[in-house]
């Protein structure tokens, strides 16, 4: 099928944590590779679309994770596109080991945005049409994360040169960071993320400074990343015991 891609990859050592397991930004990063291959094979990829003066930006990942892949394991990574609307795209990831068994997999809403006015704008056809996904008036109504109301820790972070994508703001993936990072070793290394739902709400830029606020209640993490007096993100997760 047209709207189908798959990518075969080989788990590196710069991708593990201390767990040895793949990082849950690095997994994300790697299922966004297989959608950027994706868009690159039938000709409609990021360079294509900034010469039009648009970028795709990414306003929520659904993920669930059954096992993460461990260094120099042989992973394959399917994708789809499935359907869109006037302003939202919709893409479903899967992860698989050798043997064919489904690892994790992410729902994700991609809209596309001017680069001038920094504004969400209409999908264009001619940029989804290689895809030969319907178009449809629905647009999904997605559970959302709820703010953490009682916090347990927080920590600041000032946004480097490097953490900065060609859409001139923060990369998606580095929010992932921010917000486990907020959580103690103890935690991390005990506990595996087993979902998550994060949302991006407003843009950051290069040398603003975040907070990541993090409210624990069990099994389940709140997270917010907030800039000056601005909600940039929200997530919620949930764990298991390793």
């Known amino acids: ?27 994300v990063d790697l299922l966004l590779l297989a959608s950027e291959g994706h868009s ?17 930006v990414i306003t929520q990942h659904q993920l669930k994770v059954k096992t993460l892949p461990q260094r120099g394991q042989k992973v394959t990574v399917k994708t789809q596109a499935q359907n869109y609307n006037s302003f939202f795209c919709y893409r479903d990831f899967w992860l698989y080991d050798e043997a064919g068994q489904e690892m994790a997999s992410m729902h994700s809403v991609f809209v596309l945005m001017d680069q001038e006015k920094r504004k969400m704008t209409r999908i264009l056809p001619e940029v989804v049409a290689p895809f030969e996904v319907e178009k449809t008036k629905k647009v999904e109504r997605l559970a959302q994360p709820q703010v ?22 923060v990369n998606n993936v580095h929010y992932f960071d921010w917000m486990l990072d907020s959580l103690e070793a103890d935690f991390l290394l005990n506990h595996q993320l087993i979902e998550m739902n994060i949302v991006y709400k407003n843009e950051v830029h290069y040398g ?33 015991t390793r």
């Open 1 to 27: 099928m047209p709207n189908a891609y798959s990518l075969d990859h080989t788990v590196l050592f710069y991708e593990t944590e201390m767990t040895g397991q793949m990082g849950i930004g690095r997994l």
């Open 40 to 56: 690159d094979s039938l000709g409609v990829g990021s360079q294509e679309v900034q010469k039009l003066g648009l970028g795709w």
């Open 148 to 169: 953490p109301a009682n916090p347990s820790n927080q920590k600041n972070y000032r946004v480097r040169f490097m953490d900065i994508d060609e859409n001139r703001h």
């Open 208 to 240: 603003q400074e975040v907070t990541s606020i993090v409210q624990i209640d069990d099994s389940t993490t709140y997270h917010e990343i907030r800039c000056d007096a601005t909600i940039s993100c929200l997530a919620e997760c949930k764990w298991q």
